[in-house]
């Protein structure tokens, strides 16, 4: 059963509103009718509704049941990303989706060979987050990870008191550095920095670590930036979900 | 520095002897000279050595020193893998090189719907074991993944006494079924079965349980079968490294 996400204005229980491009997904995609069911999800609540009207711009949907789901995981993660050529980052953007992740923030650092024409940049953060929409509608997530605009080192770590652990992925970590010494039960939300293909500059290294992030391990092999992210997911999933 | 890995018998010690595509990459694509130095592998021991003669078709290494290295996982892990199409079984192979897996076998399963040229077989496996050679080297792995032949469903589950454990991931797993239950120090050698884009059939899934495959969670979101393999290494990981 297909999934949408709308926005909680659009739901005035029992009905939920949808125009746009799902409405053309559900008309023309997918060729709907009435009474054809959907899941729906306002990024805290899941339904299933069943198609309740069609008209030339709207379908109306009826909610059937409320869903007690829970695929999120407990610990809430960001992933701080040296910023990498675009078609790693849409790959990036829709694997972190299927394993979990809340937000991502591509960052500017020393050695992120890409360079950002920054006229274009709120169309390709829509086109980003429009990825990361269609990758929860997949996988189920009850949520959709949020693209954040590209930052610096500095507005990153203005960020700080917004989390409880800070990370930065370092070879110089030593394999004491890894979650399980840092995270217990009362960690909510994290972020994790991985560095861009060329890695991070040893001062970028020192002035997060005065700020009060901690050295990371992710194994003893050498993951390249575009694994790097799914290997932080995957162990904080096997970490506390089981 | 670059890594080449070699078969044993280049080895007398202290000389390496390196001759075709190697060759080509020492003198021509990383142009080398007298005295600079590589690492060489053969799947057992990591040394350095260096340049200590060129001709027309050989390098002739020295070697100089014996490296006491250890990226490997302390398990050695096998992907069997539901037939993928040929981008994403060569993405896989290469990220799971980087994540430590020691053995990617391709499974012909009901809901595979790649097709197989046998006549283009033996090529195409070429290719996949040379990928995965490039990515050990780059990667910094002391051994190099193997690529097998495509099998199917019944002499998958002949190899079964090969392993101490084997895994099928599965929807149907509940939360209890993950490695934390049955892996433990005794656990040396595993293999996880992963499907393709349409899953695993239910009868096949029957057919591996009865056959002593256990099934496995693979955390509480759907994964696509191109992200499943990087959970499972990931996770193996921080299990047993940490």
Redesign the interface.
Known sequence: MQRYFVNSNQINYPYCIIKGSDYHHITKVMRMKLLDKVYISDNVNSYIAEIDNIDSETVSLRIVEHLEE????PISVTIAHGLVRREKMEETID?LT???CDKYIPVMLKRSIVKMDESKLDKKLDRLNKIAKEAAE????QKVLIVENIINIDELIKLKDEYDLLFVASPYAS?ED???KYIDNNTKKILVLIGPEGGIDDKEIDKLVSNGFKLLTL??????TQ?AP??VM??I???K??
Chains 1, 2 share one sequence.
Do not use: D, T
Not at 70 to 73: D, P, T
Not at 219 to 224: A, E, Q, S, T, V
């Open positions: 829970c695929s999120e995981l694997y299927e394993l979990g997949q996988s189920h997530r394999c890894n979650f399980k194994g003893k092999r050498i993951l390249r694994v799914l290997y995957s162990a999933s096997y970490l979900e089981y």
